[in-house]
C-alpha cells in the first residue's frame, strides 16, 4: 500500500546548535545522504578440533561498530547556513511527515536522531566556473559522524486490561531485553513487572494489591499475599536484581500511620512473602509519590518522606540511614532521583528543592522565583545540570541546565492549568511526561528532542481516565502508564512504537 | 520585614520572623536577604519550616488551635520529632495556652460578681 511507504519528499531535517532540549531549527532547503550505521562486524570464536587443522565454531561476538556517518548537502547562498557556524557535536533528526507541514516538528510520524553529530568534513563546490558550461549552484557538503541513530517510530496506545478496581499508583518494570543464549529463552525489554493498587475508601480491612505481569502487561496477575496493613496504600514501587536468580521487589508504604514510622517492605518470591521493615522512627511519617523510592542498584537506594526525611539503604532496602532529618527543609518531600551515585535531587512541597553532589549531603537549591509556595510533584534528573521538574499548580515544568542555578519555564499544551504529575527520560532527549488537566483527567506526553517540544500521545478524549499516577519507560519504542480507576479498573496504558 | 537569622545554610539564611504575633521560621534565599530585612514580596520566596499547628489541631478538633500553635512554637516545638524528643516543652506549652481560657473564665465569673 502506498501509504505505508516513506517517500523522500517526506523527510524533514532539524538541528539544535546548542543541544538537547533548547531552539529546534528547521533545514528546509537540505538533503542528507545515506546514513550509514554500523552495528559492529562479528567475530566467530574457534577452537581445535581432535582433527589436525581442524576448527569448529564455539562462539561467536560482535565487535564494538563505529559511529554513524552521513553527508549533508546544501546550496551555498549569500548568506550563511546554519551548518556552517556549527562548532559542537549537535542533535540532528530527520522526521518522516506524511500529513502537515514539515516545519512543525511534531508532526513526525517516525523520526531519526542523530544523537550528538559531529562535523568532520565540510566541501565546497561550484564556487566558481571558466566556462557557461560548468555553470551550476555552489553547492556545500557536510559530513557528518553521529554517536548514535535513534529510531523512534510512530506509537499506538491501547489500554490493557486489568481485574483491580481501585486506582493504580505506581508501576516498574524489572528486566532488559535479551537474545536467546545460555542466560535462557529471548525477552522483550519490559516482560515483568508490577503495578501497585491503591485501596477501597474507608474500607477497614481491604488492603493493597500488588499485580504482576510475566507477559509484558497483556495479563496481571494479583499477588498471593499485600506488603502493607489495611488501609495503606503502596505509594513507590522499585525492583532491581538482587542476584542472578533472584529479583527483588521494594515497596514503600503511602499512607501515614500514626502509631508507626515510615515503612518499606520487600519481597524477593514475587509478592508471595514480604519483609516488612521500619525506616527511620519518626512515627506517622510516609511516601507521598511514585518517584518516593529511587534505586540504582542493590547498594544505592534512596527514599523520600513526609517531613523532609531523605533516607538511603545500601543492603537492598534492609536497613536505612537518614540523610536529611527535615532539617534542610521540613517540607513533605515527594520525589527523589539520581544520576549515578553522587548527583540527586529531591523536590516537594512549597518549592523545596534539595541537591546533592556527593550522594549524601543535601543542600536546599533555590527554585523557580514564580512558583514559590507551589508544591512540587517530580523530578527527572539527566545529569549532573540537567534537570526536570513539575509542579502541582498551573501544569508548570521547569529545567534547569546548570544545576539549580537558573530555571526555565517549559510550556507544553496543558501550560497554565492541572499538574504535572510525573516526568521521566530514558536519555537526554527521549522522555515522557504526564499531566492531569483541571478535572483531573489525564494526558500522557513524550518528548524527543530532549524536552524543546512534547508531542501528545494520549489524551482524556483518545483515552478516557481519571487521571494519570505513573509511567515507565522501557525504551524509546515503549512506555507504560499507570492512573486511577476509571470505568470500574485502574488504567493502565501502554504506548509502543508501531512495527509490522 | 524584619528577620532574625539563626544559621545560614548555602543559598538560604535559615531565620525566624512574626506574622501577627506568630512565630514563623523558614529558610529564605541569600539573594533577597539584606541584613535583617528582607522585602514584604520577596517572603513568599520563603520555604516555610515546620508543622503548621493551627491546621494540625483544627484536624484533631481542637478549638484552641491558633493559641497552642502559638505556645508550641514559643516553646521550641516545631516538628513532630521535637514532639518525641523534648514532651515535657509540649507541655508546658499546652498547660499555658489552656491556663489563658482558665485566666479569661476566673475574670468573667470576678466581673459578673459571681464570686
Known sequence: MADTVVLAGEGAIWVQPDGPNTELMYLGCHELGDIE???????????????????????????????????????????????????????LYVNVVSCGKKNVFDNWDRS??????????????????????????????????????????????????????EDLLDITFCNSERC?????????????????????????????????????????????????????????LVCFEKDKNTTRVLAARGTTD?????EVAYTDDDGLAWTNVNVGSVNGQYATGPKSLFVLDFFNIWLCTTGGYIYKSEDGGATWTAQTSGDKTSQDLNAVEFFGSK??????????????????????????TLQAGVDINTVAVLSRFRVW???????????????????FDRSHTGSGSGAVKEISFYDEYFGAMLWNNAAGAGTFMVTINGGTTWKSLATPITH??????????????????AGDAYGGTGVILRAVGLVG | MNISIIRRDNDFVFAEWHEDDMPVRGHIPLNVVNGDEVLDAAMSLAIPYGIDWTFYLEGAG?????????????????????????????????????SLDFQVIMKLAKDSGGI
Not at chain 1, 258 to 262: D, H, I, R, T
Not at chain 1, 345 to 352: K, L, R, T
Open chain 1, 37 to 91: 550505521e554500523p552495528l559492529g562486524d562479528v567475530r566467530l570464536l574457534y577452537c581445535s578440533t581432535e582433527d589436525p587443522n581442524r576448527y569448529e565454531v564455539i562462539d561467536s561476538l560482535q565487535e564494538t561498530p563505529g559511529g554513524v556517518t552521513t553527508s549533508m548537502l546544501t546550496d551555498v547562498r549569500k548568506v550563511g547556513d546554519t551548518m556552517e557556524i556549527v562548532r559542537c557535536p549537535v542533535p
Open chain 1, 112 to 165: 531519526f536522531g542523530l544523537q550528538k553529530s559531529w562535523i568532520t568534513r565540510r566541501v565546497l563546490s561550484r564556487l566558481t566556473s571558466k566556462d557557461p558550461e560548468t555553470q551550476d549552484k555552489a553547492a556545500q557538503t557536510f559530513d557528518i559522524t553521529a554517536e548514535t541513530l535513534q529510531r523512534v517510530f510512530e506509537f499506538n496506545v491501547s489500554q490493557l486490561a486489568i481485574a483491580e478496581t
Open chain 1, 180 to 236: 536467546v543464549g545460555s542466560c535462557g529463552d529471548a525477552l522483550a525489554a519490559c516482560s515483568h513487572g508490577y503495578v501497585s493498587g491503591g485501596v477501597l475508601a474507608g474500607s477497614p480491612i481491604n488492603q493493597a494489591d500488588l499485580w504482576e505481569t510475566e507477559t509484558g502487561g497483556l495479563s496481571w496477575a494479583i499477588g498471593a499475599n499485600k506488603p502493607f496493613g489495611a488501609g495503606e496504600v503502596v505509594a513507590s
Open chain 1, 258 to 262: 500514626a502509631g508507626n514510622p515510615m
Open chain 1, 343 to 368: 548527583y540527586g535531587y529531591a523536590v516537594g512541597d512549597s518549592n523545596a528543592i534539595l541537591k546533592t553532589e556527593t550522594g549524601d549531603v543535601w543542600s536546599l537549591v533555590v527554585g523557580p
Open chain 1, 389 to 407: 521538574i513539575g509542579y502541582n499548580a498551573a501544569g508548570r515544568m521547569y529545567y534547569t541546565h546548570n544545576g539549580g542555578t537558573a530555571w
Open chain 1, 464 to 481: 478516557p481516565n481519571a487521571g494519570l499516577n505513573a509511567l515507565y519507560i522501557c525504551n524509546p519504542l515503549k512506555i507504560f502508564v
Open chain 2, 62 to 98: 481542637c478549638h484552641i488551635s491558633e493559641r497552642v500553635a502559638m505556645c508550641l512554637r514559643k516553646a521550641n516545638v516545631w516538628t513532630l520529632q521535637d514532639v518525641i524528643r523534648n514532651p515535657a516543652a509540649v507541655d508546658g506549652a499546652l498547660k499555658q495556652a489552656y
